[in-house]
């Protein structure tokens, strides 16, 4: 599948060629790669899997922390925001391609700016480069008809898209005439450290690794859906956020609360708060710490973890975790943990749909607004209960972005 769509952008014969290879430039446009773990970890995965077939690559991105990203990628930095404009222009023109994405660039439940954001942005870049493509891109919800509009424009400016998911292909395919194919998210791939590396990083945390089991909980603020015209970020930098989420951001700890000292009580779980976006606007560690307060037995505790290799060992020592952000599903996951999805967004019906599996998943806002306690404790009863997921069942997806790799950059002998 993936050898036609390389054949139909031209980029089979162009691309595979040793000498051509190995001075391949490759610009990575993504999401918040300073502040959320998630989209480090694609961007880590995506420079692994890259390099794994064209070491001498020249891999672009931008960044506002260049040291770290030079550290997790050996990628060539540009800063972001206007001072970066000319040097990102540059970028395009000198790369070979353009990668957009992975993640979930191409929504508007946060904010209505950001489908034009990033709709001008891949024009901008269109400009100036040879071939610009869609990369594992998390689209929807664009509830708005003007993010949809933006999301067309973007659309039309590339070369090629794949998404994420089957939720984001249909989506993204009433937009555009290209046919929509789906890649996994990278993250699927990111080879994490060691077992032995994850138990004593966490035995130096206090973290009882003998006897309780492991119940690992990964949280996101939520901010009932609503057309907002200024981004979350720029609104708690005026003040203009709640930091607590809003009217029913209590309600919403105390609930988790609830669940939790259930699971405390029937199975002695330790609760391991595993924050994965630790920037202030967004808080997952403050809710953590939050909701750890709550519990009757607070038989838990929050660890922050920067590197997303180890954070997905870590993953792999949990009998269950209950995921309210994405990445830390899909890094489980693949570590062969059961997930619980506490989903504020298609994505993750998504993500459980290509595992094959619909099961496991509640919506935040039926949990918040009908209050439903039994349910989420039933599932994570379920979970808690549930033999290690097949390695298989990740396995195939990590496979398909390798090939994904391979296909686009050649392989070197």
């Given at each position: 599948?993936?050898n036609?769509?390389?054949?139909?952008?031209?980029?089979a014969?162009?691309?595979?060629?040793?000498?051509?290879?190995?001075?391949?430039?490759?610009?990575?446009l993504?999401?918040?790669?300073?502040?959320?773990?998630?989209?480090r970890?694609?961007?880590?995965?995506?420079?692994?899997?890259?390099?794994?077939?064209?070491?001498?690559?020249?891999?672009?991105?931008?960044?506002a922390?260049?040291?770290?990203?030079?550290r997790?990628?050996?990628?060539?930095?540009?800063?972001?925001?206007?001072?970066?404009?000319?040097?990102?222009?540059?970028?395009a023109?000198?790369?070979?391609?353009?990668?957009?994405?992975?993640?979930?660039?191409?929504?508007?439940d946060?904010?209505?700016?950001?489908?034009?954001?990033?709709?001008?942005?891949?024009?901008?870049?269109?400009?100036?480069?040879?071939?610009?493509?869609?990369?594992?891109?998390?689209?929807?919800?664009?509830?708005?008809?003007?993010?949809r509009?933006?999301?067309?424009?973007?659309?039309?400016?590339?070369?090629?898209?794949?998404?994420?998911?089957?939720r984001a292909?249909?989506?993204?395919?009433?937009?555009t005439?290209?046919t929509?194919?789906?890649?996994?998210?990278?993250a699927?791939?990111?080879?994490?450290l060691?077992?032995?590396?994850?138990r004593?990083?966490?035995h130096?945390?206090g973290?009882?690794?003998?006897?309780?089991?492991?119940?690992?909980?990964?949280?996101?603020?939520?901010?009932?859906?609503?057309?907002?015209?200024?981004?979350?970020?720029?609104?708690?930098?005026?003040?203009?956020?709640?930091?607590?989420?809003?009217?029913?951001?209590?309600?919403?700890?105390?609930?988790?609360?609830?669940?939790?000292?259930?699971q405390?009580?029937?199975?002695?779980?330790?609760?391991?708060?595993?924050?994965?976006?630790?920037?202030?606007?967004?808080?997952?560690?403050?809710?953590?710490?939050?909701?750890?307060?709550?519990?009757?037995?607070?038989?838990?505790?929050?660890?922050?973890?920067?590197d997303?290799r180890?954070?997905?060992?870590?993953?792999?020592?949990?009998?269950?975790l209950?995921?309210?952000?994405?990445h830390?599903?899909?890094?489980?996951?693949?570590?062969?943990t059961?997930?619980?999805?506490?989903?504020y967004?298609?994505?993750?019906?998504?993500?459980?749909?290509?595992?094959?599996?619909?099961?496991g998943?509640?919506d935040?806002?039926?949990f918040?607004?009908?209050?439903?306690?039994?349910?989420?404790?039933?599932?994570?009863?379920?979970?808690?209960?549930?033999?290690r997921?097949?390695?298989e069942?990740?396995?195939?997806l990590?496979?398909?972005?390798?090939?994904?790799?391979?296909?686009?950059?050649?392989?070197?002998?």
């Amino acid at each position: 599948m993936i050898n036609r769509a390389l054949n139909a952008w031209g980029l089979a014969g162009q691309l595979t060629s040793k000498r051509e290879v190995r001075g391949a430039t490759v610009l990575l446009l993504a999401g918040d790669v300073d502040g959320n773990l998630g989209d480090r970890a694609i961007l880590q995965a995506t420079c692994d899997g890259l390099r794994s077939v064209a070491p001498g690559a020249t891999i672009v991105v931008v960044s506002a922390e260049p040291a770290n990203r030079r550290r997790d990628c050996g990628a060539e930095i540009l800063r972001p925001g206007l001072r970066g404009l000319v040097p990102l222009c540059r970028a395009a023109l000198r790369s070979d391609v353009v990668l957009i994405g992975g993640g979930g660039l191409f929504q508007d439940d946060d904010s209505l700016v950001k489908m034009p954001y990033w709709a001008l942005r891949v024009a901008m870049v269109r400009l100036w480069a040879r071939r610009v493509i869609g990369y594992s891109l998390g689209v929807g919800p664009l509830r708005a008809a003007s993010s949809r509009i933006f999301a067309r424009l973007a659309f039309a400016c590339m070369n090629d898209v794949t998404v994420r998911d089957p939720r984001a292909r249909a989506v993204a395919q009433a937009l555009t005439a290209h046919t929509v194919r789906v890649l996994p998210d990278p993250a699927t791939a990111l080879c994490p450290l060691s077992g032995a590396a994850a138990r004593a990083w966490l035995h130096a945390q206090g973290v009882p690794i003998e006897g309780s089991p492991l119940l690992g909980v990964s949280l996101r603020r939520w901010f009932p859906p609503g057309h907002r015209i200024v981004p979350h970020k720029i609104a708690w930098r005026l003040g203009l956020s709640d930091p607590c989420g809003g009217k029913e951001g209590p309600d919403f700890a105390d609930l988790l609360a609830l669940v939790l000292d259930r699971q405390v009580e029937r199975h002695g779980a330790y609760i391991l708060f595993l924050p994965s976006y630790l920037r202030p606007h967004e808080g997952d560690d403050v809710l953590a710490e939050a909701v750890l307060a709550r519990l009757r037995r607070p038989n838990g505790r929050v660890v922050r973890i920067d590197d997303p290799r180890l954070y997905k060992a870590c993953t792999g020592e949990l009998r269950a975790l209950l995921g309210g952000r994405m990445h830390p599903m899909i890094l489980a996951s693949a570590m062969g943990t059961p997930v619980v999805a506490l989903a504020y967004n298609p994505k993750f019906a998504g993500f459980l749909e290509l595992l094959g599996s619909a099961e496991g998943l509640i919506d935040v806002e039926t949990f918040v607004r009908e209050r439903r306690v039994k349910e989420l404790d039933a599932m994570l009863d379920a979970a808690m209960g549930a033999p290690r997921l097949p390695l298989e069942s990740t396995k195939h997806l990590a496979a398909e972005v390798r090939e994904f790799h391979r296909d686009l950059l050649g392989r070197l002998e």
